[in-house]
């Protein structure tokens, strides 16, 4: 049998997530829902829940203005411009970090909770970001990438 490689599974979990991610953006713009607005809310007859007081800067920042799904969506691009990659990002230091992989899916997953759309984004986030988590424990790197330090051209 092989060796199982966790930058590899992360990576396919992480570009699942942010296609998620974006998706669940977009459809965030059209109808958009606080996700944890029953955390505190009153259940009225007429009307159903109504969110609490303490929730009104989310509703303000995914219901009347969607900054939180706009900005789960330049995450989700900026994650799969690395994952995919693109080839004149190659060249660089920040393709051949997984660290920052894992910052940036961190904030992802932070955003993607927040709305009702992105909640299973936020779950395969959390995974990709353990299984990155994993791989830099386990002192792997990526092969391609050391290969291309560099050079930059396509691939």
Known sequence: MGKFVWHQFSRFVSITASIYAIWASFYGLFYRKFFWDFVGGTLRDPGGLQPSKNAALFIMLIVRV???????????????????????????????????????????????????QGTNAAL??????????????????????????GKGGTA
């Open 124 to 149: 395969w986030s959390v995974i990709a970001f353990l299984g990155y988590i994993r791989a830099i424990g386990l002192g792997e790197l990526m092969q391609e990438a050391s290969q291309n330090r």
């Open 66 to 116: 969607p900054l939180v799904q706009i900005f789960a969506m330049i995450f989700g691009f900026m994650i799969l411009a690395l994952e995919m990659p693109l080839p004149l990002l190659k060249q660089y230091a920040f393709y051949r970090s997984l660290v920052l992989r894992v910052v940036l899916l961190l904030f992802q997953a932070f955003l993607t909770v927040l709305f009702y």
